[in-house]
């Protein structure tokens, strides 16, 4: 059975109200504090000792192996990610490797695809350049020619525009009338024929 009292502080009346709660039929002991009362300490000694043990047995049986068994997974799953790990290294440079060899090939290849494209530019244009020349020299030989004609022509006309010229010209001067057989010789006279 619970008994309840109550003591009221009369020296000071600030402090408040106090209870204490005690079970009947028990007395109250002096104020020491249990764990260090000197009365008890056998039995916590052997409560100690037999407590340790257990946790000992507890942990030496149960909880280190199954962390020693986590410990062993983890390093088995970190030795088998870590060699994943090198196999797709090398994979990726091995890919690399293939990848730089196709490069330089591709590259081997544009610039003899280049150079075949430019000796056939340059043959196309050499033959094209050569055609023309052949064209325009063809061109120039007739033009010569034409231009020789038309010389000669006109070197023909020249001296039938020059005897009708200095006909006119004695005609209107002097007022006489010239034969063409005195002008050509004169003509002739005067341009050292």
């Known amino acids: 059975m619970l008994v309840v009292t109550q003591a009221y502080a009369e020296s000071n009346p600030t402090e408040g109200t106090h209870s204490e709660t005690t079970f009947a039929g028990e007395t109250h002991v002096s104020g020491v504090f249990p764990p260090f009362d000197q009365s008890t300490f056998a039995s916590q000694l052997l409560w ?7 946790f000992y047995l507890l942990m030496s049986r149960v909880v280190v192996p199954r ?10 799953r970190i030795a088998q990610d870590l060699d994943e790990a090198n196999r797709l290294k090398e994979e990726a440079d091995a890919a690399i490797a293939a990848y730089e060899q196709e490069l330089a090939e591709a590259r081997k290849k544009s610039s003899a695809i280049a150079e075949a494209a430019r000796e056939k530019a340059k043959s196309a244009a050499d033959a094209e350049r050569a055609t023309t020349e052949a064209e325009l020299s063809a061109k120039m030989a007739d033009a010569e020619k034409s231009i020789a004609a038309i010389k000669a022509k006109a070197l023909a006309d020249v001296d039938t525009i020059a005897q009708d010229t200095a006909t006119d010209l004695v005609k209107h001067l002097l007022g006489g009338t010239v034969t063409k057989a005195e002008v050509a010789a004169a003509l002739r006279a005067a341009s050292g024929k």
């Open 48 to 54: 100690l000792a037999i407590t340790f043990g257990l």
């Open 67 to 76: 962390i020693g068994g986590i410990l062993e997974h983890r390093r088995d």
